[in-house]
């Protein structure tokens, strides 16, 4: 195979393959209503490990700061808020690119075009 053989593009990080930011996304709209337009759609990390119960805590830290200093298109941000007696970082997605799901569904659906 070539240099820029298909397979090359496809590799993910380890990391990625394990939180995709699909996982992300999904805890983020199944606690707010479109929260790609809503501004207060904002979680803490005790929001994400609450969330995801399954991931140990320094794997949950890699994925939040891979998904937020990946490159291209912007998934995730994440900025400090002021407390009342200390500061805390919160992470959203309101007015980033929205990504689109491929859901999956038991039943094909007939209106689908297949490849």
């Known amino acids: 195979m070539g240099k820029h053989s298909k397979t090359a593009h496809h590799h993910k990080p380890a990391i990625e393959r394990a939180v995709p930011i699909e996982r992300i996304v999904e805890l983020f709209s199944s606690r707010f ?8 759609a904002e979680l803490t990390f005790e929001d ?3 969330g995801f119960p399954d991931l ?3 794997e949950l ?5 891979y998904w937020t200093s990946h490159s291209g298109e912007k998934r995730l941000q994440t900025k400090t808020v002021e ?3 200390t ?3 919160v992470w959203y997605i309101h007015g ?3 990504l689109h799901l491929q859901w999956s569904s038991p039943v094909p659906d007939a209106l689908e075009p297949r490849d």
């Open 61 to 65: 830290e890699e994925a939040l700061t």
């Open 87 to 89: 500061d805390f970082r």
């Open 33 to 40: 209503d479109d929260p790609y337009l809503n501004p207060s």
């Open 83 to 85: 407390g009342t007696k």
């Open 56 to 58: 140990p805590r320094e």
């Open 48 to 50: 994400f490990t609450a």
């Open 96 to 98: 980033l690119t929205r």
